[in-house]
């Protein structure tokens, strides 16, 4: 065991090792700092809150909030990526969706009466 710790920690002329620095680096010249360059918003971040606004105004049924979140982030994310931003398309179509299902939901609820029976047991 003592052989093959003395041999890693020798060479062959049974010299130990001696590290050196290479000339990879020139100590001439000073550090040159790279700029850092600010990327633009790319309006993706607006893209995914309207995708999950519109689809939580699909499954929260007459959620008129998330809806017109929904449709406000789609809008900011359009303006911000002019391309490639089908999930802002997907976020405003299916607000708007949701927004068209809930005033034809009311609509159907005004003209049959269940708003009237609801209004009714809760105030008497």
């Not at 052989?3 to 020798?10: A, G, I, T």
């Not at 850092?36 to 606004?53: C, D, H, R, T």
């Not at 398309?89 to 068209?100: E, P, Y």
């Amino acid at each position: 065991m003592d052989n093959f710790n003395n041999q890693n920690n020798f060479n062959q002329n049974n010299q130990p090792y001696q590290y050196q620095q290479g000339d990879q680096y020139n100590q001439n010249q000073p550090y040159q700092y790279q700029q850092y360059q600010e990327q633009p918003e790319s309006g993706k971040n607006f893209a995914i809150a309207s995708l999950v606004m519109g689809i939580l105004s699909l499954v929260c049924c007459g959620s008129f909030v998330f809806s017109i979140l929904g449709i406000i982030f789609g809008v900011i994310s359009k303006q911000r990526q002019k391309e490639n931003n089908g999930m802002a398309t997907a976020g405003l179509v299916l607000s708007i969706i949701a927004i068209a299902l809930s005033i034809i939901g009311i609509i159907i609820a005004v003209a049959t009466g269940i708003l009237d029976a609801y209004a009714y047991s809760y105030y008497y």
